[in-house]
């Protein structure tokens, strides 16, 4: 199965400021389609995860604008340009390009 | 708007079987575009897909290495609902349980249901 590690586990952050979380697969993730299928998640404490990027950099409908994908091959980033109160959460990328789909461990954004 | 609703006994003793449903609104069990999935997460195991099934002509599913030999994924066309059943269970499969729906060709995880805490205990 394919291995995808996160860095950092733990985010301590300021309102306001910037945060990237890192994400690296232990192979590449460009699938036969030319597509690569890169994900990132967001969970709130108690609550589901919500896709917030697909194929790396796409933004799911309703999701601000301050969040952003980027990467190729096996690294990849998300990045939050000003981090407001309501993005405390773990967040967990995920490869959908290998069988079976793996995640992330997480990275937990804290205040 | 597709939602999906879980439900099932947040309780099992070992060596019993987990049942699980996930009940789909604004979708099709059966549609063509879409496969039908459960995951679990757990502190130790993380996030962890454990099956799916889908309908291309016919039914179609796929089972995790780590659960292929005690897991049966069914979907019921009459109720547009699909089932995770569990068989043989320990203390390890404590986990919350999400159903989600994976649209053809996304390759990703777009809507999940709202989670059921299962706990493996006597």
């Known amino acids: 199965d394919v291995v995808m590690t996160q860095s950092p586990l733990s985010l301590p952050v300021t309102l306001g400021q910037p945060a990237s979380i890192s994400c690296r697969s232990s192979?590449?993730?460009?699938?036969?389609?030319?597509?690569?299928?890169l994900n990132w998640f967001q969970q709130r404490p108690g609550q589901s995860p919500r896709r917030l990027i697909y194929q790396v950099s796409k933004r799911d409908s309703g999701v601000p604008d301050r969040f952003s994908g980027s990467g190729s091959g096996t690294d990849f980033t998300l990045e939050i340009t000003r981090v407001e109160a309501e993005d405390v959460a773990v967040y967990y990328c995920m490869q959908g390009t290998h069988w079976p789909y793996t995640f992330g461990q997480g990275t937990k954004l804290e205040i | 708007q597709v939602q999906l609703q879980q439900s099932g006994p947040g309780l099992v003793k070992p060596s019993q079987t987990l049942s699980l449903t996930c009940a789909i609104s604004g979708d099709s069990v059966s549609s063509s575009r879409t496969t039908w999935a459960w995951i679990r997460q757990s502190p130790s195991r993380g996030l962890e897909w454990l099956g799916r099934t889908y309908y291309k002509s016919t039914w179609y599913k796929d089972y995790a290495v780590s659960v292929k030999s005690r897991i049966i994924i069914d979907p019921d066309t009459s109720k547009n609902h699909f089932s995770l059943q569990l068989h043989s269970v320990t203390p390890e499969d404590t986990a919350v349980y999400y159903c989600?729906?994976?649209?053809?060709?996304?390759?990703?995880?777009?809507?999940w249901g709202q989670g059921t805490m299962v706990t493996v205990s006597s």
């Open positions: 192979q590449g993730l460009v699938y036969s389609d030319g597509n690569t299928y």
């Open positions: 989600a729906r994976d649209l053809h060709g996304a390759r990703s995880f777009d809507i």
